[in-house]
């Protein structure tokens, strides 16, 4: 079964901080994209990267980075958090454009 | 941008059917259906391709009009199971893009 990991369920940080959220996924796949879920607002798409070192802006990148350096592995960066960024993200892949999606089980971050 | 998704809710007797639309302003290379559980991560029901291909769930049927960019989720005698928030995801480019979702609730 593919499985696609994100490290922590629930995380707490302090407006200001720089905060990284990882996303690790074990079946050699591709695409990864990077989601956050507001309630009414469904999944909003922060950014993705189809490829090793490759990134691409989705639809509200601001106050957002990632990192894809292995290809298992992709980083959300919150550069200097805000309650504003409060929600629940969450982290998927796909082999390529055509096949199917898998999801983390999410992080939900509260910025205070 | 977001396809946009319709109803946004629905609620459904056990056994009744219900459609749920998704559509699109942009060219689509595909189109993906998921549903998501209240706490759980989404899980695939099935994806349209461009050209006709289709792959998913037995029980689950879609159409996908690719000139017009719209995607339709037909589910047939609900059961309780199916309750959850359904997702329509469209792929242009590389880009995978989701709707707000249709909250479904199936009733005894």
């Known amino acids: 079964d593919v499985k696609v990991t994100q490290s922590s369920r629930y995380l707490v940080k302090r407006t200001g901080e720089k905060v990284f959220l990882e996303c690790v996924q074990d079946?050699?796949?591709?695409?990864m994209f990077w989601y956050r879920q507001d309630p009414g607002l469904g999944l909003r798409l922060i950014y993705f990267s189809y490829d090793v070192k490759m990134k691409e802006k989705g639809d509200i990148p601001e106050g957002y980075s990632v990192s894809r350096e292995k290809k298992e592995r992709f980083s959300l960066i919150l550069e200097s958090a805000s309650t504003n960024q409060t929600s629940m993200y969450l982290c998927?892949?796909?082999?390529?454009?055509?096949?199917?999606?898998?999801f983390g089980q999410g992080t939900r971050l509260t910025v205070v | 941008q977001q396809p946009v998704q319709s109803p946004q809710a629905v609620i459904l007797r056990e056994g009744e059917d219900a459609v749920i639309n998704c559509s699109s302003s942009?060219?689509?290379?595909?189109v993906h259906w998921y549903r998501q559980k209240h706490g759980e991560a989404p899980v695939f029901l099935m994806i349209?391709?461009?050209?006709?291909e289709q792959k998913g769930h037995e029980k689950i049927s879609a159409s996908f009009n690719e000139k017009k960019q719209q995607s339709s989720l037909y589910l047939t005698a609900s059961q309780l199971s199916y309750s959850g928030t359904y997702f329509c995801g469209t792929v242009s480019y590389y880009q995978l893009t989701f709707g707000k979702g249709t909250k479904l609730s199936v009733i005894p």
């Open positions: 942009k060219a689509l290379y595909s």
């Open positions: 349209l391709l461009k050209g006709g």
């Open positions: 079946m050699d796949h591709e695409n």
């Open positions: 998927a892949s796909r082999y390529r454009a055509g096949t199917e999606a898998f």
